[in-house]
C-alpha cells in the first residue's frame, strides 16, 4: 500500500487575518468536507492560524505551523515554541524550509532540534530537503539531501511513521517545477534510504512530497511518478481557487492510480 498522500499549502509571510478568512470562506464553499483520499492541509503564518482554527476550518483542513523555536518556553524574545504552536491549532509542523535556511541561517542541526520540538509537542514533522543550482551543478544533488535528512533523522525515527519528507529543489522555488526524471530520480533515492533505515514496510509508508513551482497543470505528471505522494505548494495556494484546481488534479491522479 502507497503512503496517505497529501497536499499541503504553504503561505509564507502572505495573508493578513482577514484575507486568511475569506481564502477560508472560498475554499469551504469549493470543499465543503473533508477530501477522502488525501489529506489537505496549509501552512499560514501564525497569527492567521490561530485566526482559522478559532473559525473551526481546523475541522476541513489539518493546520500546519511554518516555524517553531527549538526551545518549548523561555526568555526567547520573538520566539514560538511548538507546545504554542499545538496549543493555536497546529497539527503539523514544517521543518528545514530552505527559506529558513536561506533567511534565518538555520543548519542542519538547528533543524535536527526543531524536529525533536515537534516530536515533543505532538506535531507531524514534515522536514523539507533540496539542493541549490550549484550544488546541482557540481553533481552534489544526493549527497546534500541525504546529509539534510540524516541530520534530523534521530527526532525522526522517534515519530515512526508520522513524519513526511518534502523534496524541494532550491532553484524551483518559486519558478518552473522541476523536471520529471530529476524528480522521480530524487524521490527514489529518498525511498531507497528510508527504506534501508526503517525496513522495507516502514519506509515505504513515509510520504515523501514535491514542491517547487507546483501548477495544476503539473499535477498529473508529477503525481504519476512512483514515489511522489504529495505536493508542497506556495504561490499557487495563495488564492483559493487555484490551490482548490491543484486539489482536484490531486484528485484525479489518485483516481487513476487505483483505476
Ligand atoms: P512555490 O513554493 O510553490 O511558490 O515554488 C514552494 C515552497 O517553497 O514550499
Known sequence: MRPRPFLLGNWK??????????????????????????????????????????EGLGERVTLCAQDAYVEDQGAYTGALGAPMLADAGAKWLLIGHSERRRHFGETNESTERRAQAAVRAGLRPV????????????????????????????????????????????????????????????????????????????????????????????VAGLLGQPDVDGLLVGGASLSADSFVAILAAMERAIESRLS
Open 13 to 54: 509571510l502572505h495573508h493578513r487575518i482577514a484575507q486568511a478568512r475569506a481564502w477560508a470562506q472560498a475554499y469551504a464553499e469549493a470543499r465543503p468536507r473533508r477530501c477522502e483520499r488525501l489529506d489537505v492541509a496549509i501552512a499560514p503564518p501564525a497569527t492567521a492560524l490561530w485566526a482559522l482554527a478559532q
Open 127 to 218: 522536514l523539507c530537503v533540496g539542493e541549490t543550482a550549484q550544488q546541482r551543478a557540481a553533481g552534489q544533488s544526493e549527497a546534500v539531501v541525504r546529509a539534510q535528512w540524516q541530520a534530523a533523522w534521530p527526532a525522526l525515527r522517534h515519530s515512526a511513521c508520522s513524519f513526511a519528507l518534502a523534496y524541494e529543489p532550491v532553484w524551483a522555488i518559486g519558478g518552473q517545477s522541476a523536471a520529471l526524471a530529476d524528480v522521480a530520480c530524487m524521490h527514489q533515492s529518498l525511498r531507497a534510504d528510508l527504506c534501508e533505515q526503517l525496513g522495507q514496510q516502514a519506509g515505504e509508508q513515509v510520504p515523501i512530497a514535491y514542491g517547487g513551482g507546483v501548477k495544476a497543470e503539473d
